[in-house]
C-alpha cells in the first residue's frame, strides 16, 4: 500500500494502473495508464456494496522493479492518485484489452511502502481476508453470466 489510511485487510477495487513494468508494453499501445475492461469493476462494486462490506476504489501503481519503491517514486505515484503498488495489474489489464476479454481486480491492504521503510503489517496472515473477497469476487463474476 501507498496510501497509511488503507488498513491491513482493507480491499480496494481497481480503476486503472500506472504503467511502470515492462509486460503492458507488449500488448497495447504505450500510455500512461491502463484501465479494466468491460463491466466486472461494476458488478465488483455492487457485490461488495450489497455484502455491507467497506472497501475503497482507486488506482495502481504497477511496477515489476523490486525493492525500487523509493521515498521519490512513492510520492509522485502518490500524486498521480495512486493508492496501492502491486505486480501485475497493469499487465492483466493491457492483456486483456488485447484479448478483447473483460477483466477486474481487488486487492486488499498488505505491505505498507513509507518514507521510513517498509512494514509487512502481518500481511501474509490475512487468510480471513483472502476467504471472503475470493467469495465475493466469484459472486460478482456470477453476475456477468
Known sequence: MLNREIAAGHPVILTAAVRDEGTSYHYIPPSREVEPRGNVTRALIDTF?????????????????????????????????????????????????FREVSIGQVVYGG????????????????????????????????KLF
Open 49 to 97: 456494496t450489497e455484502a455491507g462490506l467497506d472497501f475503497r476504489v482507486g488506482k495502481a501503481w504497477t511496477t515489476d522493479a523490486l525493492y525500487r519503491e523509493t521515498k521519490g517514486k512513492r510520492k509522485a505515484r502518490l500524486e498521480e492518485g495512486c493508492e496501492v503498488v502491486e505486480m501485475e495489474a497493469a499487465a492483466l489489464f493491457a492483456v486483456a484489452q
Open 111 to 142: 505491505d505498507l511502502v513509507v518514507p521510513e521503510g517498509w512494514d509487512s503489517r502481518s500481511w501474509a496472515n490475512r487468510g480471513d481476508d483472502r476467504r471472503l473477497l475470493f467469495d465475493l469476487s466469484a459472486k460478482a463474476a456470477r
